[in-house]
C-alpha cells in the first residue's frame, strides 16, 4: 500500500488501513484508540445493586477493535489499561489504578478488542448480522473476564456476581450492538463510493 494516498477497501482490510501507511499513522491510531476509550468510560450511570456503571468504554474497546484490526487495538486498549493503572484517571468515573473491581472488565477489553479485531480483517464488520455477532462476542469475552474478576475481587458469589456484574447490562449491550450494526457497515458503503 502506498504511504502517499489511501486505498479502496479491499478484503482483508480493516477500516484503519484505508489511511495512508506509516508508523506515525499506527502510534496515532493506537495513542487515539486509548483515548477514545477513556473519554468513553467517563459516561458512567452508577447502577443500583452493583458496583459497575454503565459506561461508554466496552462500546469504545469493541470499535477500536474493529476499527483498527486486532494488533492496533490490542495495542491501543494495552495502552489504556497500562496507563490507568499508571495513574492516569481514564477508567470508568475519573478512576485509576488496578485495585478497582471492575478492573476485570478493562483486562477482557484488551482480549476482546484482538479477537473483534481479526474478525473485522476477515470481513465481519461488513454487514449487519455479521457486526452483531462479533459485538456480542466481544461483550461475551469481557463478561468471561470481568465478571470472575468482580467475584473474586468483591468475595461475592458466582450467581451473585453473574447478577451484579452481568445481568444489568444486557439490554445496554444489545443497543451498543445495534449501534454498531449501523456504524461500522455504513463507514464501508461510505469507503467504497471512494
Given at each position: ?65 474493529t476499527s483498527l484490526g486486532a ?14 493503572v499508571a495513574g492516569v484517571p ?76 452481568l445481568t444489568p447490562f444486557l ?24
Amino acid at each position: 500500500m502506498s504511504t502517499a494516498t489511501a486505498t479502496l477497501a479491499r478484503p482483508g482490510q480493516v477500516l484503519a488501513d484505508l489511511l495512508p501507511a506509516s508508523r506515525v499513522r499506527d502510534v496515532a491510531l493506537v495513542v487515539g484508540g486509548a483515548a477514545l476509550t477513556g473519554l468513553a468510560a467517563q459516561i458512567s450511570v452508577p447502577v443500583p445493586g452493583s458496583p459497575v456503571p454503565v459506561t461508554g468504554q466496552t462500546f469504545a474497546a469493541l470499535l477500536v477493535g474493529t476499527s483498527l484490526g486486532a494488533g492496533r487495538g490490542f495495542l491501543a486498549l494495552a495502552l489504556y489499561a497500562l496507563a490507568g493503572v499508571a495513574g492516569v484517571p481514564w477508567f470508568a468515573d475519573g478512576s485509576a489504578g488496578s485495585g478497582a473491581v471492575s478492573f476485570g472488565y478493562v483486562l477482557g477489553m484488551v482480549l476482546a478488542s484482538a479477537v473483534v479485531g481479526a474478525l473485522a480483517r476477515r470481513g465481519a464488520d461488513r454487514s449487519m448480522l455479521r457486526t452483531a455477532g462479533t459485538m456480542l462476542l466481544g461483550e461475551a469475552i469481557i463478561y468471561a473476564i470481568g465478571v470472575p474478576y468482580l467475584a473474586f475481587a468483591t468475595g461475592m458469589s458466582a450467581s451473585a456476581a453473574i447478577a451484579a456484574g452481568l445481568t444489568p447490562f444486557l439490554i445496554g449491550d444489545a443497543l451498543k450492538a445495534a449501534l454498531a450494526m449501523g456504524l461500522l457497515p455504513t463507514a464501508w458503503k461510505f469507503a467504497d463510493k471512494r
